[in-house]
């Protein structure tokens, strides 16, 4: 089945009007709140290799991995997607907000430094690999910089706790291997754990 995760249960079964997904969700996530301890398949996954179209197929660095997960952990995810606050200076990944907003803000902070005839200074990064290279003490610590509970940031670590994936590609599939840095590409949760490192590291003090 297409886009399914190591439970192999596409996303289409939890929209599914036949049955009633959401009470059974419900359940089994107050299960797993209640045992904490997250299902054996939310810590696997497949990663699948996308050519970019563009440079050597046989070189890996014009490859973009899908990583396929669970979709079950994705909806978990979005409950706690949904408790994190971000500060007012990110537009990233943040609904309402876009690119537009963040050019108007830098301008806005330009024009009101030279009309006070005040120095600025505007760094901009490209962040290389950005998800793949975050490293998770450095999550820990950012979430609790945003006043994250406790008990919020240990479900994300045990997320977290020892996830493997297998790379799925025309030639076969490899053996299992684990990963030990960065955020899950494909995660709903990913994009905002990656805000919050950065939020932390550019917010005011």
């Known amino acids: 089945m297409q886009g399914t995760g190591p439970d192999d249960l596409a996303a ?7 049955w009633y997904p959401a009470e059974w969700l419900a359940e089994f996530f107050n299960q797993v709140v209640k045992e904490k301890k997250v299902p054996e398949c939310w ?3 497949t990663t699948i290799p996308i050519w970019k179209k563009k440079g050597s197929p046989a070189d890996c660095s014009n490859y ?6 669970s979709h079950s952990m994705k909806i978990f995810e979005r409950r706690i997607r949904e408790i994190v606050r ?12 876009g690119t537009i907003d963040a050019i108007h803000a830098a301008r806005l902070l330009v024009e009101k430094h ?9 760094a901009f990064l490209d962040l290389e690999k950005a998800f793949d290279r975050v490293p998770r003490e450095v ?5 609790r ?49 990656f805000v919050v490192v950065m939020d932390a590291i550019t ?3």
């Not at 971000?86 to 907000?97: K, M, R, T």
């Not at 030279?114 to 505007?122: L, M």
């Not at 706790?161 to 949760?189: W, Y």
């Open 139 to 143: 999550i820990w610590y950012s979430l």
């Open 203 to 205: 917010r005011d003090n």
């Open 86 to 97: 971000l500060s007012d200076n990110q537009c990233c990944f943040v609904s309402g907000y």
């Open 114 to 122: 030279r009309e006070e005839q005040k120095p600025v200074n505007i």
């Open 12 to 18: 289409d079964v939890w929209k599914s009007k036949l």
């Open 145 to 193: 910089q945003h006043n994250v509970p406790e008990e919020l940031i240990e479900w994300v670590r045990m997320l977290y706790s020892c996830p493997k994936s297998r790379v799925q590609a025309a030639a076969g599939t490899s053996m299992e291997f684990p990963i030990s840095v960065g955020v899950h590409q494909g995660s709903a949760l990913s994009p905002l754990l």
């Open 64 to 69: 973009r991995p899908i990583r396929l997960l």
């Open 43 to 45: 810590h696997n996954s």
